[in-house]
């Protein structure tokens, strides 16, 4: 089985400061690597996804991550921290040719402080 | 408009009394998935189903039962529910495994007392 690591279950960052998630995944071959948000009372919704090709990708709401292979790593990144990005944030990982399955990190709540 | 939508969203039921929660989804999704959320642990994979009546384990079958006689429907079916079945759950789908993303529905908030 795949594993998800997210560093930090809980993230404080002040109105436009810099937000840093980290994420961590356990693959011998190269995953697929998702990023999602979940606001409160609500489902979950994608934020961006790696799949192939270039390893910085860009999402909604002016998220990006970047695929480090060496590092095993997918960090969402966002240069300005907004009061509506305040959230669940999950990373997940799916292999093709290891099963059929996605798998999640445990989450990484964001609070931004006006 | 595409969604994925479950039933009820709020359930408070007892030890023992069997349920069934719908999930439905108009996108012609092939993939179809459910989920528990619980705190500290993120999103744990229950059941899926790769096509209709196909359908295997994920991480924390016991206790679960689902079937997916038509491509749209996936309901999750609790036998016999226990307290420790108290959870927030979310049924998933998308066009496959891997590079897809997947639609979530609104989630279905569980207390079994």
């Excluded at chain 1, 995944?25 to 606001?39: G, I, K, R, T």
């Excluded at chain 1, 240069?79 to 990190?105: I, L, R």
């Excluded at chain 2, 969203?9 to 999930?23: A, F």
Aim: hydrophobic share 30%; with cysteine.
């Amino acid at each position: 089985a795949q594993s998800v690591t997210q560093l930090g279950s809980h993230v404080s960052v002040s109105e436009g400061a810099l937000v840093l998630l980290r994420c961590n995944y356990s693959s011998s071959v190269p995953p697929y690597l998702f990023w999602y948000v979940q606001y409160p009372n609500q489902g979950l919704q994608l934020l961006l996804k790696y799949t192939t090709g270039a390893t910085l990708v860009k999402g909604i709401n002016g998220f990006e991550a970047e695929f480090k292979k060496s590092e095993t790593s997918f960090h969402l990144t966002k240069p300005s921290a907004h009061m509506s990005d305040a959230a669940e944030y999950f990373c997940a990982v799916s292999v093709s040719n290891t099963g059929n399955q996605f798998y999640f990190g445990t989450g990484t709540s964001l609070t931004v402080i006006p | 408009e595409a969604q994925v939508t479950q039933n009820p969203r709020y359930l408070i039921t007892v030890t023992g009394k069997k349920l069934t929660v719908t999930c439905s989804q108009n996108m012609n999704h092939e993939y179809m998935s459910w989920y528990r959320q619980d705190p500290g642990l993120g999103l744990r994979q229950i059941y899926y189903s790769m096509n209709v009546e196909v359908t295997d384990k994920g991480d924390v079958p016991e206790g679960y039962k689902v079937s997916r006689k038509e491509k749209r429907n996936f309901p999750l079916i609790l036998e016999s529910p226990s307290p420790n079945q108290t959870s927030l759950y979310f049924c998933a789908s998308s066009f496959s495994v891997g590079a897809t993303e997947q639609y979530f529905g609104p989630g279905t908030r569980l207390t079994v007392t």
